[in-house]
């Protein structure tokens, strides 16, 4: 059994209603060209020096373009000892392809 769970942009959308960790493990340029709203910038490179900043307790989602960093980001922190960890499907890509809003990071 794998130690996180691939779930659809309408899941993730369904997800947002509740408490939410959404991570975004892009790299800063293809930041730049939009993000789910409410979700938090931490690079895959980073997650190493940066997990302790997310919360065991409240369910996270990672994602990046097409769903293979965000994968990894999910296999690293379950090794963390976390539980609650999502990876967005297909990624960045599958959000827009389902028509989903991004917004602009400032």
């Known amino acids: 059994m794998s130690a996180y769970k691939e ?3 309408a899941e993730l959308q369904a997800l947002q209603a509740g408490p939410l960790q959404l991570v975004d493990v892009r ?4 930041v730049a060209r ?3 709203s409410d979700s938090v910038h931490i690079q895959l490179n980073s997650l190493p020096m ?3 900043e997310l919360k065991d307790e ?3 989602v990672f994602y990046c ?3 293979v960093r965000s994968a990894h ?3 690293y922190m379950a090794e963390q000892g976390f539980d609650q960890l999502y990876n967005l499907q297909g990624g960045i ?3 827009g392809k389902a028509g989903l809003p991004l917004i602009s990071k400032n």
């Open 58 to 60: 409240i369910p996270i």
């Open 50 to 52: 940066r997990w302790n």
């Open 73 to 75: 980001a999910c296999a």
């Open 93 to 95: 890509l599958a959000w």
């Open 27 to 30: 790299n800063d340029d293809e």
């Open 34 to 36: 939009g993000v789910i």
């Open 7 to 9: 779930i659809s942009p």
């Open 65 to 67: 373009h097409s769903g």
